[in-house]
């Protein structure tokens, strides 16, 4: 009992400090676009760029936050559907995604102004996009088939016990 209510409140205070570092990103991405068009700045579009990728990286910190709040300090629900547990997972590693191709982009504009050998970087970073996306693909397919084989399994033996339970009650 004193275990499960430190626990709630333990996920309560880490999600609260993580949705603090998610506004403190949006204000920090906010901040620096204001300051590049208060000084009339000529990296304006790498800024916005950099906004943008940390405006998605706070939706993923936000999102990790209100999960652990409403699951873990709010609900305290030991086991979940496979389904909500697939589409939380998936929401959040297309966000982590997103996140990486906007950071491999604006990489790449930077390597491309400077210096073509400077392009390891954000190939690396794409490539590790497109194997986040290709990952999260497999995932969804597996867990998407077992689930249908496990509903599967499920109905025969439903219909069975319903039509034993009808005959029993005629």
Known sequence: MIFDRVTRIAFGVASAFLMLLAFGLIAYAAY??????????????TTLLEAVGYTVIAIAVFDVGKYLLEEEAIRAREMRR?????????????????AVFLEGLVAVFEAGKKDVPMMIYPTLLLLTGVLLVVGLGIYQRLSASVENEISDKDTPQTTRNRRSTSKATK
């Open 82 to 98: 496979a389904d909500e547990a697939r589409r939380s997972l998936t929401k959040f590693i297309s966000t982590i995604a997103i």
């Open 32 to 45: 620096e676009v204001a300051s590049d068009l208060l000084t009339y700045s000529a990296d304006i579009g």
